[in-house]
């Protein structure tokens, strides 16, 4: 089994920043990916960014790219998403996940789900 906590989420203002948290626990080694995702209300949960534990590569939906930033470190276990110019259509609850298949977007691939931490961004 994997847990997973996420932290940091909040109230900000539009163009604001908020850095999350995810700390990971248990049967990390099965783990090769690290992905951050969000759902707002009465939206699919969608894909936000992810990262390698190996290597560190990065993936970003395009929606954040170059505002969001995701981190990892492997001796915390622990990822991080860094939020910057935040935009009210940012605002949902946002979750960490791991998977064992590199480079995917798809939360079906995600086995281990946090549970999840609010983001309200305030116009």
């Known amino acids: 089994q994997v847990q997973l906590a996420e932290s940091g989420g909040g109230l900000v203002q539009a163009g604001g920043s908020l850095r999350l948290s995810c700390e990971v626990s248990?049967?990390?080694?099965?783990?090769?990916?690290m992905g951050w995702f969000r759902q707002a209300p009465g939206k699919e949960r969608e894909f936000v960014a992810a990262i390698r534990w190996t290597g560190g590569s990065t993936y970003y939906a395009d929606s954040v790219k170059g505002r969001f930033t995701i981190s990892r470190d492997n001796a915390k276990s622990a990822v991080y998403l860094q939020m910057n110019s935040l935009k009210a259509e940012d605002m949902a609850v946002y979750y960490c996940a791991t998977s064992r298949i590199l480079a995917t977007r798809r939360p079906r691939d995600y086995d281990y789900w946090g549970q999840g931490t609010q983001v309200t961004v305030s116009s």
């Open positions: 248990g049967r990390t080694f099965s783990s090769n990916v």
